[in-house]
């Protein structure tokens, strides 16, 4: 079964670096999304991406991210600058299209740790 | 504010009863509606998804919605340990198909041996 993919599973990072997450989604998939969730917390949009272009962001995505799809495959997530509240599970996802009035089901992949020190 | 709520548990139940989980939500053009499942450190997995009023059963699985009341439920028959996760109740709001799901805090599931 087709799965999204997410490197690195660990992200150790300082204060004040950058990082680069990056997903592969499901190969046919038309739509993506970068979720996070701070430990404890419940599982927090962020960004959705449709035809190479963000397509909506939360409040939580402001000027320190920024994503990016540079080739046909790769999705990435960059947080510049890190914060130590920025430590958290982020997670990538993507679905098929839906039609009008449904949504298809989102498919995570397994995650990356990322932990600012 | 797009709102999903949930009880966060933990709800315990013993092995082969019903576990009956709850999530209510705020937007009434919601359309959309998902059961997730979250082992501990682990990604959502998806359970089940429901979009009309009514029951869908998929094997140990029911979802229930109730769209008049903002309502939707799943149950768990047979329960076992296995199942002990957090189960996360998600919902799209009517719109473009983008539209981003909101997750409730999830509910932690305890399934007694």
């Known amino acids: 079964e087709p799965e999204v993919t997410q490197t690195p599973s660990h992200q150790v990072t300082q204060m004040g670096q950058e990082v680069i997450l990056r997903c592969v989604p499901i190969?046919?998939?038309?739509?993506f999304y970068w979720y996070r969730q701070i430990l404890g917390q419940k599982v927090e949009f962020l960004v959705s991406?449709?035809?190479?272009?963000?397509?909506?962001k939360s409040e939580i995505f402001d000027d320190q991210f920024s994503v990016e799809r540079p080739d046909g495959s790769n999705f990435t997530l960059k947080i510049r600058s890190t914060k130590l509240e920025d430590s958290a599970m982020y997670f990538c996802?993507?679905?098929?299209?839906?039609?009008?009035?449904?949504?298809?089901?989102?498919?995570f992949g397994n995650g990356t740790r990322l932990t600012v020190t | 504010q797009k709102e999903v709520e949930q009880n966060s548990g933990p709800l315990s139940v013993p092995e082969g009863a019903i576990a009956s989980l709850n999530c209510t939500y705020s937007?009434?053009?919601?359309?959309?509606f998902f059961w997730y499942r979250q082992y501990s450190g682990k990604s959502p997995e998806l359970i089940m998804s429901?979009?009309?009023?009514g029951d869908k059963e998929d094997g140990r699985f029911t979802a229930q919605l109730n769209k008049a009341s903002q309502y939707v439920s799943l149950l768990i028959r047979d329960s076992q340990p296995s199942d002990s996760a957090t189960y996360l109740c998600?919902?799209?709001?009517?719109?473009?198909?983008?539209?981003?799901?909101?997750f409730g805090k999830g509910t932690r599931l305890s399934v007694i041996a």
């Open positions: 996802a993507s679905r098929a299209g839906g039609g009008l009035r449904t949504h298809s089901p989102l498919h």
């Open positions: 190969s046919n998939h038309l739509y």
């Open positions: 991406f449709y035809n190479n272009e963000i397509s909506e």
């Open positions: 937007d009434r053009g919601s359309q959309s």
């Open positions: 429901i979009y009309s009023n």
């Open positions: 998600a919902v799209n709001v009517y719109g473009s198909g983008n539209t981003p799901l909101v």
